[in-house]
């Protein structure tokens, strides 16, 4: 099983404790968004030829250049429909993790926490149909080397 395998799993467990709080439904919606970014952060980063460059490589991946990259992704008529669904679930997700980590006035509901989750899971899915495919690839070098979000 992969880490963002792992951390599904433990997003689900969050959400169906016995006795949720606020800060299970929290750490579930953002574990959840860390699975994918860590999933696409690290296909990125496994084209990258050096081996022993890859884990220093993906420390300096940002969250912003993958959402500006997914942006980009989402607005491209030409992506197939799985990559389009893997950069429209990062940037929902993105958006459920600061809510759940910074809002703290909002009150998550399980059916909400549990939505967050499976927006990942689904996306990791999506993942694994479109990884291999030329628009796939071209995406994973965008993330790596992006054009500057700025211009």
């Known amino acids: 099983m992969s880490y963002p395998e792992e951390l599904i799993d433990l997003a689900v467990?969050?959400?169906?404790?016995?006795?949720?709080?606020?800060?299970?439904?929290r750490r579930a919606v953002?574990?959840?968004?860390?699975?994918?970014?860590?999933?696409?952060?690290?296909?990125?980063?496994?084209?990258?030829k050096i081996e022993?460059?890859?884990?220093?490589?993906?420390r300096t991946i940002e969250h912003r250049?993958?959402?500006f990259v997914c942006d980009e992704v989402g607005k491209d008529r030409a992506s197939p429909d799985d990559?389009?669904?893997v950069a429209e679930s990062f940037v929902q997700l993105q958006q459920d993790r600061h809510s759940a980590d910074y809002d703290l006035?909002?009150?998550?509901?399980?059916?909400?926490?549990?939505?967050?989750?499976?927006?990942?899971?689904?996306?990791?899915?999506?993942?694994?149909?479109?990884?291999?495919?030329?628009?796939a690839?071209?995406?994973?070098?965008?993330?790596?080397?992006?054009k500057d979000p700025s211009r």
């Open 65 to 67: 250049r993958v959402k």
């Open 83 to 85: 990559l389009k669904k």
């Open 105 to 135: 006035t909002r009150v998550w509901s399980e059916t909400e926490a549990y939505t967050c989750v499976q927006t990942a899971s689904k996306a990791l899915s999506a993942w694994a149909e479109v990884q291999e495919h030329p628009a």
């Open 13 to 25: 467990d969050l959400v169906l404790q016995k006795a949720p709080t606020q800060a299970y439904f």
């Open 30 to 48: 953002s574990t959840a968004y860390y699975a994918l970014f860590h999933e696409l952060t690290q296909a990125a980063v496994n084209e990258w």
């Open 137 to 146: 690839e071209d995406f994973l070098t965008r993330i790596l080397f992006p």
């Open 52 to 58: 022993r460059h890859r884990s220093g490589l993906v």
